[in-house]
Nanobody, 117 residues
Framework: QVQLVESGGGLVQPGGSLRLSCAAS????????MGWFRQLPGKQRELVAA???????VYADSVKGRFTLSRDAAKNTVYLQMNSLKPEDTAVYYC???????????WGQGTQVTVSS
């Protein structure tokens, strides 16, 4: 099993920045991809960014050029640097990991990001 612990959410003004962190533990050697989803108020959960360990990082069109996903393999941690935040970025952000060989998917508990003036 994989456990994901998120941190870094909070309240920021439009144009501000936040950095989200997600630390993985458990059967981390079998993880094949990690990323971030978000759920906007009243909306379905949507992909923000993902990094397949065998491929390239992908971003939702709405965050390209503003958000950057990175990974520290030694710490088993991924980060989402969010710049130029907009009110429409307000959402609960969820860390995601999968183990394709085991058809298993894991989610963090979510961290609230609120962008408001």
């Amino acid at each position: 099993q994989v456990q994901l612990v998120e941190s870094g959410g909070g309240l920021v003004q439009p144009g501000g920045s936040l950095r989200l962190s997600c630390a993985a533990s458990g059967s981390i050697g079998s993880i094949t991809a990690m990323g971030w989803f978000r759920q906007l108020p009243g909306k379905q959960r949507e992909l923000v960014a993902a990094i397949p360990f065998s491929g390239n990082t992908v971003y939702a069109d709405s965050v390209k050029g503003r958000f950057t996903l990175s990974r520290d393999a030694a710490k088993n941690t991924v980060y989402l640097q969010m710049n130029s935040l907009k009110p429409e970025d307000t959402a609960v952000y969820y860390c995601y990991a999968d183990r394709v060989a085991y058809s298993s998917h894991y989610w963090g508990q979510g961290t609230q990001v609120t962008v408001s003036s």
